[in-house]
């Protein structure tokens, strides 16, 4: 069965850069949907991005034009270039897959506590402004 392992997190500085990874074993990553989602301490889990099997993506609005996810097939890994980073950003970020392969809007909107069947278990980030 699909295991995901994150990595990449960390602690910077406001304005700073990070790239996560997810590394995918079990199964590649063609024909899913793949989405890193994130949670602060005391909120709801949230989509942050994601991406289908066609390469079509979708963002959260809170990290348009700073976050770009991509994967690598051939690897089965998927990343989460993040920029500009903010206080804000600050949360435990996770990789999952959604094998039916729904479409990457549908995961950022809903995925966070729908229909995702595989879980990392998390890569922490921390902002200080």
């Keep these: 069965q699909v295991q995901l392992v994150e990595s990449g997190g960390g602690s910077v500085q406001a304005g700073g850069s990070l790239r996560l990874s997810c590394a995918a074993s079990g199964y590649t990553y063609n024909n899913y949907c793949m989405g890193w989602f994130r949670q602060a301490p005391g909120k709801e889990r949230e989509g942050v991005a994601a991406i289908d099997s066609d390469g079509s993506t979708s963002y959260a609005d809170s990290v348009k034009g700073r976050f770009t996810i991509s994967q690598d097939n051939a690897k089965n890994t998927l990343y989460l ?35 995702m069947d595989y879980w990392g278990k998390g890569t922490l980030v921390t902002i200080a402004s």
């Excluded at 996770?94 to 966070?112: F, H, K, M, P, Q």
């Design 81 to 115: 270039q993040m920029n500009n980073l903010k206080p804000e950003d600050t949360a435990m970020y996770y990789c999952a897959a959604d094998i039916v392969g729904r479409t990457s809007d549908l995961v950022v909107a809903e995925g966070a506590y729908y229909g």
